[in-house]
């Protein structure tokens, strides 16, 4: 089975903060993704990668940077953390070979900013 | 964007089948048909996906019509554990998934 751990379920930091979201995943996957999950507004990705090093906009990367120096490993960066930041941040990997796989999900992050 | 009509809620009697509907009639011809469920604090659970052809896994069975206009999600024998929010997605590109408001599956003794 596909294994997407996230390192925290739930994270309280303040206003200001620099706050940094791990994922690791246990399928050698070469492709993953953040999203953010707020009520009314569904998944919406905010930086994916395909490969090592490399890194992709998604469709609100504001106030957010990642950094993917491992395959495995795929972390989300809040630079300075503000209040409507605060929300359920979910990780996934897919297996790159073919373009129909799909993505596997960790169980997120419940992040609140104060 | 192919988008996905799915209803608000349905329940089901456990041992029971739920067959969960989905339209998503401005699919192409390329796009895949995805579902997942999510339940309550949990990240999105893969279930199956397909194109075409009728797909069949250890969880669940995936029915396509043939003019791939809609599709149903097929759970054989419905547990309490099955209780979730059940998502039919289209993948679009750019490998985003846009999870609409999904089918909320009551499950009930």
């Known amino acids: 089975d596909v294994k997407v751990t996230q390192s925290s379920r739930y994270l309280v930091k303040r206003t ?11 399928m050698d996957h070469e492709n993953m993704f953040w999203y953010r999950q707020d009520p009314g507004l569904g998944l919406r990705l905010i930086y994916f990668s395909y490969d090592v090093k490399m890194k992709e906009k998604g469709d609100i990367p504001e106030g ?9 490993r795929f972390s ?28 596997h999900f960790g169980d997120g992050t419940r992040l609140s900013i104060l | ?26 699919i192409s011809g390329n796009e895949y048909v995805y579902w997942y469920r999510q339940i309550h604090s949990q990240g999105p659970q893969y279930i199956i996906h397909g194109l075409k052809n009728n ?37 679009v590109k750019g490998d985003k998934l846009i ?8 499950v009930f003794p």
Do not use: W
């Open chain 1, 16 to 26: 200001g903060e620099k706050v940094f979201l791990e994922c690791v995943q246990d």
């Open chain 2, 1 to 26: 964007d192919a988008k996905t009509t799915q209803p608000p809620s349905m329940d089901c009697a456990e041992g029971r089948a739920a067959n969960l509907p989905c339209n998503h009639s401005t």
């Open chain 1, 64 to 72: 957010y940077s990642v950094s993917r120096e491992k395959k495995e």
């Open chain 2, 99 to 106: 999870f609409g408001t999904g089918t909320r599956l009551q």
């Open chain 2, 55 to 91: 797909e069949t896994n250890e969880m669940a069975s995936l029915i396509i019509t043939e003019d791939r206009k809609s599709s149903t999600l097929i759970l054989p024998h419905a547990t309490l554990r099955d209780t979730a929010v059940y998502y039919c997605i289209v993948r």
């Open chain 1, 76 to 103: 989300l960066i809040l630079e300075s953390a503000s209040t409507n930041q605060t929300s359920m941040y979910l990780c996934a990997s897919r297996n790159g070979g073919q373009s129909n796989q799909p993505q």
